[in-house]
């Protein structure tokens, strides 16, 4: 794996966890915030294997 795919999959990831430690703060909208959150950190492990695939 690439240097770049790896910075990028951390930065997504942890985007992810803050995206839905945000929720905790927003009682309305919680679900739709962490479902947010939760799609961020899979398309973390999604995208860098769409690149790297042979």
């Known amino acids: 794996m690439r240097p770049v795919f ?3 999959m951390i ?3 942890a ?3 803050y995206i839905m ?3 905790f703060d927003h ?3 919680a679900a739709y915030i ?3 959150g939760l799609f961020v950190s899979i398309l ?3 995208i860098p294997m769409q690149f ?3």
Do not use: N
């Open 52 to 54: 790297t695939k042979d």
């Open 6 to 8: 790896a910075f990028v």
């Open 15 to 17: 985007l992810g966890l």
């Open 44 to 46: 973390a492990f999604a």
């Open 21 to 23: 430690a945000i929720a």
């Open 34 to 36: 962490f479902s947010g």
């Open 27 to 29: 009682p309305g909208s």
């Open 11 to 13: 930065a997504l990831f």
